[in-house]
C-alpha cells in the first residue's frame, strides 16, 4: 500500500499547476498610453528583426522602420501570434498516448466459498492500443492546422503593413496638399488686394473682384480641409502602428519615397508572386492537407482499438493472474461511414474555398496591374502637364524681371502653378494607392529590397 502511494504521489508531481493571470481593464489602458517609439525594447526588437545594432533614438522614421514597430505593437498580430500558439498546443494534445485505466474492483462474499478471506479484489489495468496508425493522422491534421495560423501571421503582417502605408500615404498627401495650399491661399490673398485696389481706381469691375474673393476664400477652406486631413492622418497612423497619437508628436516622418512611385512588374512576375507566396493561399492550402489527414483519421476509426487487461485478482484465498483483452469494438452497426462522409464533404469544402481564393487572388491582381498602369499612365501625364505649367510660370517670371509683366500677372500664374502641382500631387497619390492594392494582391513589395520577405518572419516577439 505505501508504495502504490508513493508512485501516486510521485505522478501527481509532475502536473501542472493552475495560476492564475487576472487582467486589468486600467492595467491595459496604461501600458498602452506608456508605448512609444522610443523605447528601449523596441530598439532590441528592431536590432534584432535588422540583425545590426541602429542609432537610437531614430532621426526620422520612414515606412520601412514604421512597418517594424507596428509589426512590434500591432494587436491583431499579438491575437495571431496567440491563435499560432493555440494550434501548436493541439499538436501536442494529438500526439498524447492514452492513459491506462487503473480499476480496483472489490466484492465481498457471504457465505464465503473459499478458503481465505470472504472478499474479491485486485488491481487491473486497461491499456488502449490504438491501431490503424490513428496517432499519426491526428499529429499530420494537428501539424498542418498549426501550419495555417503560422502563415496566417503573415497575412495579418501584410495587412498592418498595408495599413501603414496607408496611412502614410494619407499623411504624405495631406503635408504636401497643406504646403501647396498655404501657398496659393496666399497668392490668393495678394490677388484679392491688388484687383480690389484697381477697383478702387475704376482698373476692375465688381464681378472680377467678388469672383476673386470667392477663390481666395475656397483656398483658405481648402487649406482647413487639408490640415485637418493631416491630422486625420497621424490618428490613422498611430492606430496602424498600435501606439496612441501623441507619441507622434515628436517623430520625424521621411515621406521622400512616396515622390514618385515605382514601376509596374512583369503580370507573370506579379502572377507567380501572388499565387506562391501570398500566405493566406498557402494557409488555405495547408487547411486542405488537414482536412485529408482528418479523412485518413476517420478512415482508420473503421478499424477497432485493442485494450489489454492483464491484472491480479485475490478471489478468496485464490490468487488469479489475468492477461487477456480488455474489449474489442466490434463494427457491425457502425463502420464510421457518417464520419468518413462528413470528413469527404469537409474536404471538398476545403478545396473549393482554395480554389475560389485562388480564382480571387487572379482577379484582383489582373485588375490591380491595370489599374496601376493607368494610375502611372496618368502621373505621367500630370507630370507633364506640370513642366509646361511651370514653363508658364517660369516666363511669367522672367517677364516681371523685365518689366513686360505686371505683379497681378506673376501672383496669377503663380497661383496657376499651384494648381497644377495640386493635380499632380492628386495623381501621384492615386498611383501610390493603385500600388497599395497591387501589393496587397502580390503579398510582395513593389520597391525591391524594402521589406524583402520579413512579414512571414513575424511569428514571435520577445
Known sequence: ?????????????????????????????????????????????????????????????????????????????????????TAKAGIDVAAAIPNPVLQLPFQYATPNPGPGAPYVTGPSLDIPIETAGKRGYRMDQASHLSEAARLAIGSEAWKVRGQVRDALTALYAARERTAFLSRKADDEQQIVRMVTKRRAVGENSGPDVDAQVLAETQAQADLAAAVSARQDARAQLGAAIGVPVAALDAVQFDLDAFGSAPPAPPADDARRDAIFHRADLLASLAEYAAAESALQLEVAKQYPDIHLGPGYTYDTGTHKIAFGVAGISLPIFDQNQGGIAQAEAKRKEAAARTAALQESIIGDLDHALEHYQASLDAMHISSRHLAAARKQRDSQVAGFATGNADRLTLVQAKADYEASELAHLDAVVAAWQAAGALEDAMQRPLASGSLNDAATGQETRQ
Not at 12 to 33: D, K, M, N, S, V
Not at 41 to 57: C, F, K, N
Not at 61 to 85: H, K, V
Open 1 to 85: 500500500m505505501r508504495r502504490a502511494l508513493l508512485i501516486a504521489f510521485t505522478l501527481l508531481a509532475g502536473c501542472a499547476t493552475y495560476r492564475a493571470q487576472p487582467i486589468a481593464p486600467t492595467q491595459l489602458a496604461r501600458q498602452f498610453e506608456e508605448r512609444s517609439l522610443t523605447s528601449d525594447d523596441l530598439h532590441q526588437y528592431l536590432s534584432r528583426e535588422l540583425g545590426h545594432e541602429i542609432e537610437w533614438p531614430l532621426a526620422s522614421w520612414n515606412e520601412r522602420m514604421l512597418t517594424f514597430a507596428a509589426w512590434y505593437y500591432s494587436p491583431s498580430l499579438d491575437i495571431a501570434r496567440a491563435q499560432w500558439g
